[in-house]
Nanobody, 115 residues
Framework: QVQLVESGGGLVQPGGSLRLSCLAS????????MGWYRQAPGKQRELVAA???????TAADSVKGRFTISRDNAKNTVYLQMNSLKPEDTAVYYC?????????WGEGTLVTVSS
């Protein structure tokens, strides 16, 4: 059974940093690409950043230079380091894996950027 559990969200002031973690189980983690998505109130879910099984990364233009995705295959965990946070980064952040043609999502972790 594939499970993804996000953690690390919280309240942070503008300009601050957070690191999100997503622990995966039920898959051979090192074989799969992973993605971080976010959904702000009243908006559609959007891709934030993704990392392939080989470690290549992509990021949305809105977060390039501020957010970094990485993975630790020994810990079955993908991370999202978020720096220089802005109020518009406020959202629920989800990780996702596509496994045997199906998308699996975690329950999300809330990030609130506010003074």
């Amino acid at each position: 059974q594939v499970q993804l559990v996000e953690s690390g969200g919280g309240l942070v002031q503008p300009g601050g940093s957070l690191r999100l973690s997503c622990l995966a189980s039920g898959i051979i983690f090192r074989l799969y690409g992973m993605g971080w998505y976010r959904q702000a109130p009243g908006k559609q879910r959007e891709l934030v950043a993704a990392i392939t099984s080989g470690g290549s990364t992509t990021a949305a233009d809105s977060v390039k230079g501020r957010f970094t995705i990485s993975r630790d295959n020994a810990k079955n965990t993908v991370y999202l380091q978020m720096n220089s946070l802005k109020p518009e980064d406020t959202a629920v952040y989800y990780c996702k894996v596509r496994y045997i043609g199906n998308d699996y999502w975690g329950e999300g972790t809330l990030v609130t950027v506010s003074s």
